[in-house]
């Protein structure tokens, strides 16, 4: 069974930087894509930047230079850094995994940072960032 459980959100300061968790599941040698999404209440979900298992990543354009995605396969962890924090970046963030698909393109990549695709997510962690 799939589970994603996400951790390392809180209340910071405009400016600060923060690195949120997730851990995954894997299958011995499945092909899958991890992403991280983030949501307003009342906003669609907005895909951040997501990770395959041959970790090829792509960020959001809205996100470039200030988002890092990465994976530690030795304890299964997805990570998110996010630096320079803006009150915007106030959401909700999830992690979410696709089982059997990878990146086949920079277009691809970036394509699959649509919420539609995951079929497995985690409850998700809050982000709050004050001025």
């Known amino acids: 069974q799939v589970q994603l459980v996400e951790s390392g959100g809180g209340s910071v300061q405009e400016g600060d930087s923060l690195t949120l968790s997730c851990t995954f599941s894997?299958?011995?040698?499945?092909?899958?894509?991890l992403c991280w999404f983030r949501q307003v209440p009342g906003q669609e979900r907005e895909g951040v930047a997501a990770?395959?298992?041959?970790?090829?990543?792509v960020v959001a354009d809205s996100l470039q230079g200030r988002v890092t995605i990465s994976k530690n396969n030795a304890n299964n962890t997805l990570r998110l850094q996010i630096n320079s924090l803006k009150p915007e970046d106030t959401a909700m963030y999830y992690c979410?995994?696709?089982?059997?698909?990878?990146?086949?393109?920079?277009?691809?990549?970036?394509?699959?940072?649509?919420?539609?695709?995951?079929?497995?997510w985690g409850r998700g962690t809050q982000v709050t960032v004050s001025s």
């Open positions: 979410a995994q696709e089982m059997g698909s990878e990146f086949y393109s920079d277009d691809d990549a970036r394509r699959k940072l649509a919420a539609g695709m995951y079929a497995y």
């Open positions: 894997t299958y011995s040698n499945m092909r899958y894509i």
């Open positions: 990770i395959d298992r041959a970790e090829r990543t």
